[in-house]
T-cell receptor, first 115, second 114 residues
Framework: QKEVEQNSGPLSVPEGAIASLNCTYSDRGSQSFFWYRQYSGKSPELIMS????GDKEDGRFTAQLNKASQYVSLLIRDSQPSDSATYLCAVSSMRGSSNTGKLIFGQGTTLQVKP | GAGVSQSPSNKVTEKGKDVELRCDPISGHTALYWYRQSLGQGLEFLIYFQGNSAPDKSGLPSDRFSAERTGGSVSTLTIQRTQQEDSAVYLC????????????FGSGTRLTVV
């Protein structure tokens, strides 16, 4: 069973701090990695994508990918109370070297940013 | 349309009844997915349509569940003889090119079986 694992949290950080969310995956052939944000009672919203090793920055968000360690992370700088949500890691599902077209989602990490 | 549209937004049904959930994907998106999310749980894959290819039904939990996609656009997920364990939020998503750039989700249908 190909899996994506996240710590369910909650992860609590003070306003203005850096929040670090982590995800590991089991399918070494995965090529595409995504972070979704889900507010309570709402549907997931795509906030970051990353496809190659290293860092990718978008505003206060930085995604980090290390394929050798099968690890992807999301850093949120200057955390705001409005960042309080569940963050879902999603990884492309492979069959051999072919992308199946499906994403495998982790269970999500709940982030609480306290004023 | 501008986004993925799902209807109804809420559905309460009696155990044993059939329900139909509708999804209208973003125009031009060739891939369409159904997931469900039970309270406090992650996303459970149900079924995936890509263009004119045969759908990937590997996630359907039982033969009470079926889905179709007409004309490469609108999709309907049907649950026959609903059970209480079917209560969940059913999410539809669409994408270009087999999800290579991620999915866009609709707002979901909250199904409650009483």
């Amino acid at each position: 069973q190909k899996e994506v694992e996240q710590n369910s949290g909650p992860l609590s950080v003070p306003e203005g701090a850096i929040a670090s969310l982590n995800c590991t995956y089991s399918d070494r052939g995965s090529q595409s990695f995504f972070w979704y944000r889900q507010y309570s009672g709402k549907s997931p919203e795509l906030i970051m994508s990353i496809y190659s090793n290293g860092d990718k920055e978008d505003g206060r968000f930085t995604a980090q990918l290390n394929k050798a360690s099968q690890y992807v992370s999301l850093l949120i700088r200057d955390s705001q109370p409005s960042d309080s949500a569940t963050y879902l890691c999603a990884v492309s599902s492979m069959r051999g070297s072919s992308n199946t077209g499906k994403l495998i989602f982790g269970q999500g990490t709940t982030l609480q940013v306290k004023p | 349309g501008a986004g993925v549209s799902q209807s109804p937004s809420n559905k309460v049904t009696e155990k044993g009844k059939d329900v139909e959930l509708r999804c209208d994907p973003i125009s031009g998106h060739t891939a369409l997915y159904w997931y469900r999310q039970s309270l406090g749980q992650g996303l459970e894959f149900l079924i995936y349509f890509q263009g004119n290819s045969a759908p990937d039904k590997s996630g359907l939990p039982s033969d009470r569940f079926s889905a179709e996609r007409t004309g490469g656009s609108v999709s309907t997920l049907t649950i026959q003889r609903t059970q209480q364990e079917d209560s969940a939020v059913y999410l539809c998503a669409s994408s270009f090119r087999q999800g290579a750039r991620g999915y866009t989700f609709g707002s979901g249908t909250r199904l409650t079986v009483v």
